[in-house]
């Protein structure tokens, strides 16, 4: 069956370094994938999307890597601080024809001062 | 601009009560979806439309009906309520492009089936 998983445990770190969050898919082959931000008791924001063909994405201090052949993505933030604090999703395109995008559940971040 | 906006924020329904959720977006998006949050779940996709008129399935569209009669507008129905309806629902709308629909999402309605 088709799976996008992501670390369900939460992820603690220290203010100032980096996050790094990975996003696993099986059977798919998905053209582009997404990170969306989610925020307590509020609706995913759009962070990065990377192509299939482009192996890193930079915005900031997000890294988004992409690695078709492992089917994995990895979502880096550098310099951490605590308003980074949120939950994190990562989005694959399964079926371009339905124009929808599929989520994984999502990795609590934990930024600690 | 508002963005996506969802009504209402919260409810409480009985079992076997309806109601309707409202989406709006001022972006003139074609697509708009309909998803369920639920913990450890992720998002799930209730329904979608590709534009105006027009609708169709997502991935657990069981006991849920939607209409899209305005470009700017999504409402997503619920007949007869059940404890298992019991979620987050969240609305969200994309551009029409070629590739990539980065989506846009509401605030989410809090909706508790008793």
């Known amino acids: 069956s088709q799976k996008i998983e992501q670390n369900s445990e939460a992820l603690n770190i220290q203010e100032g370094k980096t996050a790094t969050l990975t996003c696993n898919y099986t059977?798919?082959?998905?053209?582009?994938l997404q990170w969306y931000r989610q925020d307590p008791g509020r609706g995913p924001v759009f962070l990065l999307l990377i192509r299939e063909n482009e192996k890193e994405k930079r915005k900031e201090r997000l890294k988004v890597t992409f690695d078709t052949t492992l089917k994995q993505s990895l979502f880096h933030i550098t310099a951490s601080q605590p308003a980074d604090s949120a939950t994190y999703l990562c989005a694959l395109d399964v079926d371009t024809g339905r124009r929808a995008l599929t989520f994984g559940s999502g990795t609590r971040l934990q930024v600690q001062p | 601009n508002a963005g996506v906006t969802q009504t209402p924020k919260f409810r409480v329904l009985k079992t076997g009560q309806s109601m309707t959720l409202l989406c709006a977006q001022d972006?003139?998006?074609?697509?708009m979806y309909w998803y369920r949050q639920d913990p450890g779940m992720g998002l799930r996709l209730i329904h979608y439309?590709?534009?105006?008129?027009?609708?169709a399935k997502g991935e657990v569209p069981d006991g849920y009906n939607v209409s899209r009669l305005k470009k700017q507008n999504f409402l997503l129905g619920l007949e007869s309520a059940a404890p298992s309806q019991t979620s987050v629902y969240f609305c969200a709308s994309s551009y029409f492009g070629v590739t990539a629909h980065t989506q846009y999402f509401g605030p989410g309605t809090r909706l508790t089936v008793l």
């Open positions: 059977n798919y082959s998905p053209a582009y």
């Open positions: 439309s590709v534009g105006e008129g027009t609708t």
């Open positions: 972006m003139n998006h074609e697509y």
